[in-house]
Every structure is written in structure tokens, then in C-alpha cells.
């Protein structure tokens, strides 16, 4: 017989398992069916959480061998120990992946290890068939939320071969340094793990296909951003894209573009987007219609065509990010239940954790522009931030744009030392729709980085004190 609950959930990733702890507490009996050995999805066990590990880590080695001796600290020069570095990676994964394990445990939800797809109704309940070790294993419930996220986009000129030519996942676990490591892609995933990679002594190429790294980016921090890179020893070729990859005993690189030739390496990274992970749901023998981007169709509530099955996450349409799928999952969960809970889509917070990092809400002044919006422009620079110059790190500057008679914040964006902790205050602010006036009247504890925000903001209406 199937074993019958409340909800079934197939993918075990940010999405997933946070609607699974959100519908326990909720008091619905969830089954959570997900193929890894380990729950966390992608982004904990082979995206955010590893590459975040390594991005801390070389970027530790780099100031050692770079910026100490700049602050009095005189060592020899420090020697990589890579192996231990990915060792330090994976207990970080274990600790954390346990921990939600730990969560599903005390939840009482049901955990079923295999690949899950959509079967025929059983009456007025959906089913779930899952492939398991044991063989397949049959789950009922009213209701199926589909989280199974996201793979990494492979281009048919330039196929994944396990070895040298690969993708984030295997950038994650180089067994060494690469002599030269080319980049496909010029997008956040490509960045951070190129940044890796260099600082850790690799030379790095990145190649891209548009006139600008991170095309969706404003464009005046884009630049700055890469500036930056280009002066660490990063080599960035836009307008060019790789038109193959020869192998020998080194790879040969064609490049087509404004940069025509070829460069050797001996590892190249495809960092060219991600798609839905659809394969394997039977999505078109359950009804469930698909927009132009391969992406399921939602309403307000994530409801698919098919009743009683829904889908968030990296499957709908929206930016591919952990902490987008995992509000979507307790909106799911609450709205499932009958309350009005919402996600303002508009203020998705974007991150890079590059050195310096970048961060961005709202609008870029490009598209204001695009769309005829009026906006005041203030900026302020790290290099006038005291608690930046401490640091060391006087790089980069927050950007804000607000309406010229409101005061109405638009869009934020910020380059440099800690930029990911920075964002959070703009998203709250303008979550609540504030103003720079709001901003003003906030007491910035100094010295701190947060100080260089409320500077911005005074900058817009031509008050800034310090620039």
C-alpha cells in the first residue's frame, strides 16, 4: 500500500526542505523525496556554501601573501596546502547538511532517498514514484510541490568531459592548481570561482560573449568591478566567445569576437547559466505546461496546471537564488493553508563574493532610464569610509537612486568590503518603502562600513558630510 501524507516535496534543496520544515510546523505530515545522500540541494553541497568556503579561504591566502606585510605583519611567504583547504570545504558541508537532517528528524518529516516523478492519480490524491536502491516505492498525498531546481547549462561546441572541461561543481574540487584556467562566462558563478582560482596562483581567463560582464548589473559598478579583477591579475575578454575546444596535451581555446586567436590552458570551466531540472518529473504526462524557457508555469499561489501540484524555486520563472526559493517555500506553504503571504519580487537581493564583493536591490540607473523614471544619483567611496581604511580594504562605493521630490529609494548598489552584509539595510528600507529622509534620521554606529550607505543616501539629495 502507499503511504499517504499531506504533502509531498520532490527536491531536498533551499526550496524544498525549508517548505518541509515550514508545513511541520504547520502540523501537515510531509514526505521530502530527494536523490542526494545529503539534503541542502545544489547550493549546499556543490554551490553557495562550498564556494563561499573557498572564496574565505584563498582570499585568507591572498591577503597573507599580499597585504600583511602592509600592516606590520612580516611572515614567509605562505604555502598552499590545497588538500586541506578541500578538506576544510567538506566538513563545512557535512556540519550543515547534518544539521537540516537534525531539523527532519525532530519535524518527524519522512525523508525517501531516490529520484522522485509524477504519477497517475489516485483518485482525489497525487502520487509520487520513486526510484530508490530498493527498488521503486509509491507515496500519495493531496498536494506536490516540485523544488528539484537547477542544473549547470552545458554548450553542445564545448561538452562537459569529467575531466578538463567541466562545471562549477568540478571547479569546486581542482585536485590542483591550474597552470591556466579559462572561463566561459563572465556571470557571478564564473567570477567567484575564477577569483578562487587566481588567488590561489592560477593564471585566469575570462571569456565573455557580451560587451560587459554581468550584463544585468548597473553598469558603472559592473566597470569598476572589473577593473578591480583586471588590476588582481584577472584577464577579461568580453565581446568574445569560445568557438571550441581542441584537446592535446594542453587545451586549445578557439576564440571568435574581438579577440580573434587561440590560447592554450589545461582546464576550462563552462559557466554559462543554469536551467531548470526538469528531466525525470513526467511533467508532460501529468499536463504541467512549460513557458519558452523551459521553465513550469505558476499562478500567485505556485500552482502548475496540474491541480494539487506546484513547483518553486529555479523550476518558475525569477532569478535562480537560494534565498528566493527558500521564501517562496514558506509562501507555498502558507498560502496552501489559506493566509495571504507574499514575496516582493522586485527586491531580490543579488550578491557576488568576489574581493571586493558586490550587492545590489532595486533598479539600475540604466533601467530607470529605459523606463523613463526620474532619479537622483548619490554616491559615496570606501576610500572616505574610516572603518574601510582600517581595514585595508578602501575599494569600491554605494550607489543609491531615489526619486528626486520623495526621497523614494530606487535601487542600491555596492561595491567593496563586506557588500553582502551591507545590502540588508537598503533591502529593509525599502521594503518599507523608505526614503533617504528615512536613512537620515537612522543613528550609523561609527566607525563602520554601514556609515558609507547613509552617506550615499544624503549624497542623493546633495547633504553628504563627509564627501
Known amino acids: 500500500m502507499s503511504e499517504q501524507f499531506d504533502l509531498i516535496i520532490i527536491g531536498g534543496g533551499p526550496g524544498g526542505y525549508v517548505a518541509a520544515l ?55 611567504p605562505p604555502q598552499l596546502d590545497l588538500a586541506k583547504m578541500l578538506k576544510r570545504k567538506a566538513e563545512i558541508i557535512q556540519r550543515l547538511t547534518r544539521g537540516i537532517a537534525s531539523l527532519f528528524k525532530k519535524g518527524g518529516i519522512t525523508l525517501v532517498t531516490g529520484t522522485g516523478r509524477l504519477g497517475p492519480d489516485a483518485g482525489e490524491l497525487r502520487q509520487v514514484l520513486v526510484a530508490t536502491a530498493d527498488g521503486e516505492q509509491t507515496l500519495q498525498a493531496k498536494n506536490v510541490l516540485l523544488a528539484s531546481g537547477s542544473v549547470a547549462v552545458e554548450l553542445p561546441h564545448i561538452p562537459f568531459d569529467g575531466d578538463k572541461i567541466g562545471q562549477a561543481r568540478d571547479a569546486l574540487n581542482y585536485p590542483e592548481v591550474p597552470e ?18 587566481m588567488r590561489l596562483g592560477a593564471k585566469v581567463t575570462v571569456v565573455e560573449m557580451l560587451e560587459q560582464i554581468l550584463p544585468t548589473t548597473d553598469v558603472e559598478v559592473a566597470v569598476q568591478l572589473r577593473r578591480s579583477l583586471e588590476k588582481q591579475g584577472m584577464t577579461i575578454l568580453t565581446g568574445t566567445k569560445v568557438a571550441g575546444v581542441t584537446k592535446g596535451d594542453t587545451l586549445t581555446v578557439k576564440l571568435e569576437g574581438q579577440k580573434d586567436g587561440e ?30 524557457l523551459k521553465q513550469i508555469d505558476v499562478d500567485q499561489n505556485y500552482a502548475t496546471s496540474k491541480p494539487g501540484v506546484y513547483a518553486i524555486g529555479d523550476l518558475i520563472h525569477g532569478p535562480m537564488l537560494a534565498h528566493k526559493a527558500m521564501d ?53 567611496p570606501f576610500m572616505a569610509n574610516g572603518r574601510a581604511r582600517c581595514m585595508d580594504e578602501p575599494e569600491g562605493m554605494v550607489k543609491v537612486l531615489a526619486a528626486p521630490d520623495s526621497g523614494h529609494i530606487l535601487g542600491v548598489h555596492i561595491m567593496g568590503p563586506k557588500a553582502s552584509e551591507l545590502i540588508a539595510e537598503a533591502v529593509s528600507i525599502m521594503a518599507f518603502g523608505g526614503s533617504i529622509e528615512d536613512v537620515e534620521l537612522i543613528m550609523h554606529p561609527h566607525p563602520t562600513l554601514s556609515e558609507a550607505f547613509k552617506e550615499a543616501a544624503l549624497a542623493a539629495a546633495g547633504k553628504a558630510v563627509h564627501a
Open 180 to 197: 591556466h584556467l579559462v572561463v566561459v562566462g563572465g556571470g557571478y558563478i564564473g567570477l567567484e570561482l575564477g577569483s578562487v582560482w
Open 328 to 380: 517562496e517555500g514558506v509562501v507555498f506553504v502558507e498560502r496552501l493553508l489559506g493566509r495571504q503571504s507574499e514575496i516582493d519580487y522586485d527586491l531580490i537581493p543579488g550578491i557576488m563574493y568576489t574581493m571586493p564583493e558586490l550587492a545590489a536591490i532595486g533598479a539600475t540607473e540604466e533601467q530607470l532610464k529605459e523606463r523613463g523614471i526620474a532619479y537622483n544619483v548619490g554616491k559615496f
Open 263 to 292: 590560447i592554450s590552458c589545461d582546464r576550462v570551466l563552462v559557466a554559462t547559466g543554469r536551467r531548470p531540472c526538469i528531466e525525470g518529473l513526467d511533467l508532460e504526462q501529468a499536463g504541467i505546461t512549460l513557458n519558452e
Open 22 to 76: 515550514r508545513a511541520t510546523q504547520l502540523d501537515l505530515k510531509v514526505a521530502v523525496v530527494e536523490k542526494r545522500n545529503a539534503l541542502g540541494g545544489t547550493c549546499l553541497n556543490e554551490g553557495c556554501i562550498p564556494s563561499k568556503a573557498l572564496l574565505d579561504s584563498s582570499e585568507l591566502f591572498a591577503l597573507a601573501r599580499d597585504r600583511f606585510d602592509r600592516h606590520g605583519i612580516v611572515i614567509d
